[in-house]
């Protein structure tokens, strides 16, 4: 387990990260900046303030090379499954336009800038993945989180979740999915400076929002 002492640094330096990433994205809305510099810079600092602040996968239970090897390698694999079964989705025209790719959209997966999140949020004992991923149209950039199930031990996508865009005053980002299938993340305004709470739950055949709470103002906010 870490040290009391590394996880106040990684909690210190997720907020800071993740404050960061929404200032950048704030000053792109105001100015109409360019999307794709400024929305990956954010979304990088976003990304590494999730994966200071939030838990991922349980973590190997010896501090060992052998042990943080096999971790590596099944977040690779993961990786890999997430690439295919995208790919997959997109072969299929019904899935294909769920996702917004066709004309000349450029979608993308974001695996490597954002962590994917595992977990059972569909309660068939089976894990369960959620990747970002971002469709580049003419007009803008859209960020969306693609909702993967496994159907006999193969991921298949079943969803799709709107983030964001260039042009919106919002940005919705997941941290984790809890024991008991919630995903929990955060959902910035940034006209009016707030960040809210936000819990999705799986809901027969889609994530919907079940809650919101607006986070507490930092001190001498």
Same mark, same amino acid.
């Given at each position: ?6 996880? !106040?640094?990684? +909690?210190? @330096? ?24 400024? +929305?990956? !810079? /954010? ?8 994966? !200071?602040? &939030?838990? &991922? %996968? ?21 990786? @890999? ?9 997109? &072969?299929? +025209? ?37 990747? /970002? ?12 989180? @693609? ?18 865009? &260039? ?7 997941? #941290? #984790? ?18 960040? =809210?709470?936000?819990?999705?739950? =799986? ?8 809650? %919101? ?9």
């Amino acid at each position: 387990m870490p040290e009391p002492q590394c996880v !106040c640094i990684l +909690t210190t @330096a997720g907020l800071f990260f993740k404050q960061a990433g929404i200032f950048i994205l704030y000053i792109q809305y105001m100015k109409n900046s360019p999307v794709s510099l400024y +929305t990956l !810079c /954010a979304f990088a600092g976003i990304s590494l303030a999730i994966a !200071c602040q &939030s838990p &991922s %996968r349980p973590q190997p239970a010896a501090d060992t090379p052998a042990a943080v090897n096999q971790e590596g390698n099944e977040y690779l694999d993961a990786m @890999a499954e997430v690439v295919t079964a995208f790919d997959a989705a997109r &072969s299929d +025209t019904a899935l294909s336009k769920m996702i917004g790719s066709g004309g000349e959209n450029q979608v993308k997966l974001l695996t490597r800038e954002a962590p994917l999140l595992f977990g059972d949020f569909n309660a068939d004992n089976a894990e369960d993945i959620i990747s /970002a991923y971002s469709v580049v149209t003419p007009q803008d950039e859209k960020l969306n989180y @693609a909702v993967f199930q496994r159907d006999n031990g193969k991921l298949r996508l079943v969803h799709v979740v709107p983030r964001g865009t &260039s042009e919106s005053k919002s940005l919705l980002t997941f #941290h #984790h999915i809890d024991e008991n299938g919630i995903i929990q993340g955060n959902e910035a305004e940034f006209e009016k400076g707030l960040i =809210w709470d936000v819990r999705y739950k =799986w809901q027969g055949s889609a994530l919907e929002e079940v809650s %919101r709470m607006p986070q507490p103002a930092a001190p001498g906010s």
